[in-house]
């Protein structure tokens, strides 16, 4: 019998975190982190006490009640006592590793938490972009997933506790076995053992998936980030395959038609799926995304501004095309310089900045005295490319800049002139908090006079895009009737909804098949 435990992901969007148990082996399928479930307690100025290590994470239900798997240097005082009596506690030993299907947070974020020891199975451009993700972001603790600072015991001179404060041991790195064939070049290595940050890194190098006691398949799959992947996983019930994030509509959407006809082949026993976008009944393409996008564009005055999902290097490449095709310059972020120039360390079809006579490097304003080691680098080596405020400021017509919302305040510097263009080219807002931050973005549009398009605005108290401005955003999730064909061409013997607000949809729509549907609860165990 297999037993497959759900602690996250479980009618809500993200923060999937799965425990497959055959016998004595045990499997995580991802580590995520539950944006959904932090936004219930938490929000930017009020967060889980990094000081506190585990404790906050457990008493407000953001980790799972599962002893033993979890770094031991975040374990506060007799922690696990108190928690030994809760429901769904376990002493859990000896698992495999995490499968981790792409580096999206909220699939990833809480490998943080889990023992030094523990691998993490992926793709290699999974591996390479996590390291990008932290070493160019703030990367707080409960986000270390490639590397973590190790936190010790200490009692400060005039404290009556001790509290529990990052060593100065340097960091340590996680191990990372990865599922592809092809062998990293001597650069590529470097990248992954360097210390990017000010502190020391204890380097693992990368390993190739052999230790596990499971039989593991690997397939690529179409999603906005690239190197995801789905996983299969031979048990003594049959094949099970989880599919991670996917979609058929994009860039690569053969990767996933791919998959689809090798899962079918291996007749699963259990399928689990995603289904972010079952409501959904068309999806855009990127293609279309291009059209739209050059349309609105080419016919521009002024500065445009494109505004994407970030790590959404498909997207990227698009406004990149626009760029050249409308004779403007693409300009950047260092940290998507940054995750342009690794990708490219496993991927020479991604372009080399430095060759790019269409892309050009925004320099932010700092206030920092000692700037990070990669940032440095950026500036160093793309020096020629790197453009200020004023450049952007004086030849705004000669521009697509890629901000996001958190990077208007660079705007005073350059000061748009009235009429330029903002172009939303990302999902409409999910929740209160993203619409409070639309509203302030259609302020900045009024105090600059630019124009929004694509962009959502609020009517009868619904955020909805303009019916002509819309189709300027591929969705990185399938729509419903794709996801029911995933679900037909690999017919499973059960499936198990995921990721999804509306698991019923699969219910509904897959009875009378030879499908069984399984609807997973939080905490709760699917037997196969
Ligand atoms: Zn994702």
Known sequence: MVKLTFYGGVREIGGNKIL????????????????????????????????????????????????????????TGNLWQQFRRAEHYRKLEDVDGVLLTHAHLDHSGHISFLREDMPVYSTATTAFIAKAIQDSGKADFDQQVCYFTPRVEECLKGWKQGAYVASNSGDHQRRFCVADESTLSEEARRFWGEVIRQRKLASQPLDHIGKCSFSLRC?????????????????????????????????????????MKKAAQLHPRALILEGTNVNRATNIAEQEVYKNAFKAIS????????????????????????????????????????????????EPEIPDIAQES?????????????????????????????????????????????????DLNELPSIQPRAGSLYVFSSSEPHNEEQEM????????????????????????????????????????????????????????????????????????NLRGSRIKVALPTEG????I
Request: net charge negative; with cysteine.
């Open 20 to 75: 497959l148990e055959d016998g004595g082996r045990k499997l995580f399928l991802d580590f995520g982190y539950p944006y959904s479930r932090y936004r219930i307690f938490y929000e930017e100025y009020l967060k889980p006490r990094a000081g506190a290590g585990l404790l906050d994470l457990l008493v407000m239900g953001l980790l799972p009640h599962l002893e033993g798997i979890y770094r031991t240097d975040l374990e």
């Open 524 to 527: 709760g165990a699917v037997e």
């Open 219 to 259: 397939f690529p799959v179409d999603h906005s980030i690239p190197g995801a992947c789905a996983w299969g996983i031979e048990t003594s019930s049959g094949w099970v395959v989880y599919s991670g994030d996917l979609r058929l509509h994009g860039k690569r959407g053969k990767l996933t038609e791919a998959f």
């Open 358 to 406: 269409a892309i050009v490097i925004y320099q932010e304003t700092t206030a920092s005295k000692s700037p990070a080691q990669w940032l440095k680098r950026i500036y160093e080596e793309y020096a020629s490319k790197v453009v200020l405020a004023k450049d952007v400021a004086s030849n705004q017509d000669s521009f697509i800049l890629c901000f996001s919302f958190w």
């Open 299 to 346: 016919s521009a005055r002024g500065l445009v501004i494109a505004d994407f999902p970030a790590r959404d290097v498909d997207r990227l490449l698009t406004f990149l095309q626009i760029a050249r095709d409308t004779q403007r310059k693409l300009a950047i972020l260092p940290k998507d310089a940054y995750l342009l120039k690794t990708m490219r360390l496993l």
């Open 437 to 508: 931050d639309f509203w302030r973005l259609h302020n900045w549009l009024k105090r600059f006079d630019m124009r929004g398009f694509g962009l959502p605005v609020q009517r009868d108290g619904e955020w909805e895009i303009p019916e002509e401005q819309r189709g300027l955003h591929a969705s990185g999730h399938a729509c419903g009737p794709d996801l029911l064909r995933v679900a037909r061409e690999i017919q499973p013997e059960v499936l198990i909804p995921i990721h999804s607000e509306n698991p019923e949809f699969y219910v509904d």
